[in-house]
């Protein structure tokens, strides 16, 4: 649990940066999307985790996925068929049961970096929110509560401009272009530095993170 501690006390910091300075990130994506999955592990959360004063990450996790009103109810059709619909509901409930980012991201990066994504809620939590029980996740899963989350995740999704054609889907300070995508994919931690217009933090002076040799997108 030491990556929860670091972010607890970056997060309780007498000086902290206003929400107006920080580069804000959303990322629109699939759970079971290999790519996504490999942007999460080796991008976005290490560099949240050395840079968790100067971003605010969005998490939106439906992708490419098609959604359908069945007399009432929210229907879902996804890329990689229904376990990703499943665990996509998982980490759409986990962001909404869980109080701030620092909360559930380690629990979300955890499970992307399992081999099998679904099955590991249980040792992911236990590991890192043991005081959520996986009942309570489910039942919002199984639930009402999971297929609105979902149909919200839909709507911001599907109201993205320009649309997306892709996932990870990534859009920065209100902006997405071709650019911006292929650097945050190949170097996120050295392009949030160079956008955050503040006193740039020791992390920054530094040197980066490895950057991928190659970037990977699942096609809508």
Same mark, same amino acid.
């Given at each position: +649990?030491?990556? =929860?501690?670091?972010?607890?006390? &970056?997060?309780?910091?007498? *000086?902290?940066?206003?929400?107006? =300075?920080?580069?804000?990130?959303?990322?629109? %994506? =699939?759970?079971?999307?290999? /790519?996504?999955?490999?942007?999460?592990?080796?991008?976005? &959360?290490?560099?949240?985790?050395?840079?968790?004063?100067?971003?605010? *990450?969005?998490?939106? $996790?439906?992708?490419?996925?098609?959604?359908?009103?069945?007399? !009432?109810?929210?229907? &879902?059709?996804?890329?990689? !068929?229904?376990?990703?619909? &499943? !665990?996509?509901?998982?980490?759409?409930?986990?962001?909404?049961?869980?109080? /701030?980012?620092? #909360? %559930?991201?380690?629990?979300?990066?955890?499970? =992307?970096?399992?081999?099998?994504?679904?099955?590991?809620?249980? $040792?992911?939590?236990?590991?890192?929110?043991?005081?959520?029980?996986? @009942?309570?996740?489910?039942?919002?899963?199984?639930?009402?509560?999971?297929? @609105?989350?979902?149909?919200?995740?839909? +709507?911001?999704?599907?109201?993205?401009?320009?649309?997306?054609?892709?996932? $990870?889907?990534?859009?920065?300070? !209100?902006?997405?272009?071709?650019?911006?995508?292929?650097?945050?994919? @190949?170097?996120?931690?050295?392009?949030?530095?160079?956008? %955050? @217009?503040?006193?740039?933090?020791?992390?920054?002076?530094?040197?980066?993170?490895?950057?991928?040799?190659?970037? #990977?997108?699942?096609?809508?």
């Amino acid at each position: +649990q030491v990556e =929860e501690q670091c972010l607890d006390y &970056y997060n309780h910091k007498d *000086v902290k940066k206003t929400n107006d =300075e920080k580069v804000n990130l959303e990322l629109y %994506y =699939e759970s079971l999307c290999g /790519g996504c999955r490999s942007f999460i592990a080796l991008q976005l &959360y290490p560099t949240f985790l050395m840079l968790p004063d100067i971003m605010n *990450v969005t998490l939106v $996790p439906f992708g490419n996925a098609q959604e359908k009103n069945v007399s !009432g109810k929210w229907e &879902y059709e996804c890329q990689h !068929g229904p376990e990703e619909c &499943y !665990g996509n509901t998982i980490e759409a409930c986990l962001i909404h049961l869980l109080p /701030g980012i620092a #909360s %559930y991201f380690p629990i979300i990066d955890c499970m =992307e970096m399992s081999p099998n994504c679904t099955a590991a809620l249980q $040792p992911c939590l236990q590991a890192l929110k043991p005081d959520l029980p996986v @009942k309570t996740v489910l039942d919002c899963v199984n639930g009402d509560l999971g297929n @609105k989350l979902m149909h919200a995740n839909a +709507q911001q999704t599907q109201a993205l401009d320009p649309p997306h054609q892709y996932v $990870p889907w990534l859009v920065i300070n !209100g902006k997405h272009d071709d650019d911006l995508q292929t650097r945050a994919q @190949k170097a996120l931690f050295n392009l949030v530095c160079e956008l %955050y @217009k503040g006193e740039k933090p020791e992390a920054c002076t530094g040197k980066g993170v490895t950057p991928l040799k190659k970037e #990977s997108v699942c096609l809508n």
